[in-house]
């Protein structure tokens, strides 16, 4: 084995991984991992344990899930197939190009709108995808029925779970907001007061509407009453979804996008999302420099990373959006070729500014849950209502928490990622595998908005060049940029942050960046490891063991 590449940013590690046989379960809350462990244990597959995992989490991280968000599955079947479930939100129907007033045309301020109407309200509220294709994932590709996948998040939302201080800290930043909303407010600002730690939540309305779901599925939100207590709450309060847009609104399977780097073949999401175009792009650019003999944490490995995340984040500013909408030239954004053109503008010693390469054709606030089971499918998956609490908005009576995904849209008209009627969220997940001589390596996810494929990118960096273990890969100091400032995690010392400033970086201290990661890798043996990290509440949990040996007698004394 080869050893570990060089560090020049040391780090420990705070969590400890989990190594398994049987089942690998993910999440980014103990009680969601123990959801989806209970599947695996019940002889459900990987599928299954991810969609339990999923509706629990929307009862225990209320301020990232819910039924009214959206997001993507990755989906790999036992027989080596890829499968991407598009579960993104759309615009409603009734959404015009300019229905929001912009504040700024500049990059960091380009989706500011006046009165933050694409952020808080029902306004900012676009059609919800998520209940939809978790409900498709597991008719086509899993085997419990619905009802049993649903009655763990059923159990947490009657009987309650206790926040954890990660929750108080979620409903701290955005209290304000939740304080316009009664329901959210009663639940989570109790006596006006962020939830404290240890306080148990029972949201008996949820569960509610969980059981209506469990017994007549996700036509109980699409065709049903669920529905029509969101299209009234939006009518009276000014948005614009309503039953017809919830009738139209359709699951998309798409094919990944596929790249290679280093002998791996690297797979993930394809637009609307930007995670695997650009991962598998900058992937191209960085296979030209020897990254793993530059030592983790360098200077020169740091500059590298920020200089291919700005060429990304130029490009998919003009390229990457809905496909149904945009011509995205995925085929070239991905090519060998273009990464040459691409990677001959940087110098080594220089921060540079870089435009587009092609001609012009979101929020921090997510989940992500790795499955894997004995038989060989494994599922990536990344949900949110986008921002923290989604719209702050819960429609009455049904303890469902309205996503604010419209804010992923560019308010101003006439540019790739301007509002249509019934254009698909552009997202950075990035719910990634990897793959070595035709078997499975790695499969992770993170939240963290813009800064979700960017961090996804560092850790298959970790795991190929640094050659870190996964809890390390995971757990490591990240950097991001779009092109403003640099921003890094404490971990990074302070002499390679002068060195960065001197090359013409605009450093910026942050105390994290993105969210918590989870990932699984897969032994030769069949082995599974699954890690966590530190910034979520994460927790792995595997499954080893199985069924007595076949044949078996006992004698009964």
């Excluded at 793959?435 to 996804?456: E, H, K, Q, V």
Aim: glycine content about 10%; charged content about 20%.
């Amino acid at each position: 084995m080869n050893s570990p590449a060089p560090r020049i940013a040391p780090f420990t590690c705070e969590k400890q991984p989990a190594t398994g046989s049987r089942g690998m379960v993910v999440t980014n809350h103990p009680l969601a991992s123990s959801a989806g462990a209970e599947m695996l244990m019940r002889g459900g597959n990987a599928i299954d344990a991810a969609v339990a995992a999923l509706f629990a989490l929307t009862v225990v991280e209320p301020m990232m899930v819910g039924l009214l968000g959206g997001g993507l599955s990755h989906i790999r079947l036992a027989d080596g197939r890829h499968i991407v479930l598009d579960g993104l939100s759309t615009a409603p129907l009734r959404a015009t190009p300019a229905m929001y007033d912009p504040v700024s045309d500049e990059i960091a301020l380009a989706r500011e709108t006046r009165d933050r109407r694409n952020v808080v309200g029902a306004l900012a509220v676009a059609v919800p995808g998520a209940l939809k294709g978790w409900c498709e994932a597991l008719t086509h590709y899993g085997r419990l029925p619905l009802a049993e996948v649903m009655a763990p998040a059923i159990r947490l939302a009657e009987h309650g779970f206790v926040a954890s201080a990660y929750l108080n800290d979620c409903v701290r930043l955005v209290a304000a907001d939740l304080a316009r909303d009664p329901a959210l407010s009663a639940l989570f600002l109790p006596g006006g007061e962020p939830v404290r730690a240890g306080t148990r939540v029972i949201q008996a309305d949820y569960a509610a509407s969980l059981r209506l779901i469990a017994e007549h599925g996700p036509d109980a939100l699409y065709q049903g009453p669920l529905g029509a207590a969101l299209a009234d709450d939006m009518a009276r309060s000014g948005g614009l979804i309503d039953m017809a847009d919830l009738a139209a609104y359709k699951v998309i399977e798409r094919a990944p996008v596929r790249g290679t780097y280093r002998g791996h073949e690297i797979i993930g999401p394809p637009p609307p999302s930007s995670g695997g175009v650009h991962i598998v792009q900058m992937l191209n650019i960085l296979e030209g420099f020897d990254i793993g003999a530059l030592g983790f944490g360098s200077a020169d490995a740091a500059h590298l990373l920020a200089e291919a995340l700005k060429i990304a984040f130029a490009d998919r500013a003009v390229a990457t959006a809905d496909p149904a909408f945009v011509d995205v030239p995925v085929e070239r954004l991905t090519s060998k070729t273009y990464a040459d053109e691409r990677r001959a503008q940087i110098e080594i010693g220089r921060a540079r500014h870089f435009g587009p390469g092609l001609s012009p054709t979101e929020s921090a606030n997510t989940t992500h849950v790795t499955v894997a089971d004995a038989e060989g499918n494994v599922v990536a998956s990344t949900q949110t209502i986008n921002g923290l609490f989604g719209a702050c908005v819960q429609i009455p009576g049904t303890g469902m928490t309205a996503n604010n995904y419209m804010y992923n849209f560019d308010p101003h008209p006439g540019r790739a990622l301007s509002i249509a009627p019934g254009k698909r969220v552009f997202t950075s997940m990035a719910p990634m595998m990897a793959t070595r001589d035709g078997r499975l390596r790695y499969a992770l996810g993170l939240p963290g908005g813009l800064r979700i494929f960017p961090s996804a990118l560092q850790a298959l960096v970790n795991l190929i060049d640094h050659r870190m273990s996964l809890q390390e890969a995971v757990e490591a100091p990240r950097l991001w940029t779009q092109g403003g400032e640099l921003e890094l995690e404490p971990a990074f010392s302070d002499s390679v942050a002068q060195e960065l400033a001197a090359r013409g970086h605009a450093i910026k201290r942050e105390p994290i960046v993105a969210g918590g990661m989870n990932a699984i890798a897969f032994g030769d043996d069949g082995g599974l490891t699954g890690a966590a990290c530190w910034r979520a509440d994460g927790t792995p949990i595997a499954i080893s063991g199985g069924r007595a040996r076949a044949g078996l007698r006992f004698a009964i004394a």
